[in-house]
């Protein structure tokens, strides 16, 4: 099912309903809710933690909130789950995308998260909340630009202005949470703070910063084979000056290839942002993988450098299971793939399309 259908289907089942609380949604099985929860802990525990906590690595948001669940409709879970939020580490986890679960584990695992709140769903309304933007901008800069940065990019809290989470959150889920806050978070409820009217504008300039978005279908990049891991073959081993004995830089890993040194490069995020932009010659190797099973053809004496873009969190968990099975070549890109491309460092990028009704 493509993205458009998706939410199409979610937003009309939200705008016809007028109860105060929404009904419960579907009960998983047995079996769903092993599967669901085996696949938090494979995919998910890494950045928003065991306990669903959240701010584990990359400021990855609780996953626990009572006002996040109950202001009412899943796509707030399912659709990064499923696409991931552009300009940030959250890759998108469905296999239309190039991630590893399948729409029925992503529904699951939305629906598991519910169940795992314990809340009641509070019916909100799709409608358009008007405000002064110019004014909201002033309130957004003094209140909460420190931590979700002056455009809205995110600092110490999620990007406001990401795009594709502005194209699928209504107005009345941004005023929600501005009004109650994220429990377990340092996000709190402003509406002892803030005036009706100012929460309002700030929710209006929010959603001014989503003009101009379209989304793109991914057309997906065959994936390599284990032959080529390696890079470069007849080139001659990098010697990096490792600081704290496991981080390279982004200028000694460009220079490195410029060179054309021989060497492994693993991505080791979810496979759906390998398609979206990698290091050239990178293998997508992500760190939910079984590290037991990619030995077989995996050299030791050859140099591997693995990257993220959290920006170090997945990386460092990929080298420390690689050198506990005996991997002593190991080292993780400090900036991360983001720094990286902010270094004005080159990457591959898929092709796309435009999506159509």
Known sequence: MGLIMLVGQISLAAENNEND???PLRKLT???????????????VLCHGEDRQGHVNDHAPSLRSKSLFESGMPHAILRPLSYGRKGTAMGGYLDEVGGPMTLDEVWDLTYWLYEKSGVERVALTTNPVHGDIDHGKVVYEKECASCHGVSGEGVTAP????????AHNSDEFIRYAIVNGRENTPMIGWKEKLSAEDIDNVTAFIRSRASGWVDDKPVLQQLPTRDQYVINPAGEDPDFALKDGIFVSSEDLLAALQARKKMIIFDTRVTSVWQVAHIEGSFPLPYYSDFNKITKDLPKDVQIVAYCSCPRAAAEYTVEKLR????????????????????????TRRDIADIVD
């Open 21 to 23: 609380k929404l009904p």
């Open 30 to 44: 047995q079996e769903q809710t092993k599967v669901a929860a085996a696949n938090y802990k494979k995919y998910c």
């Open 159 to 166: 990007a406001l202005g990401n795009p594709s989470a502005l």
């Open 324 to 347: 506990k099975l005996g991997y002593r070549k190991t080292a993780v890109l400090y900036e991360g793939i983001f720094g990286w491309q902010f270094l004005g460092y080159p990457v």
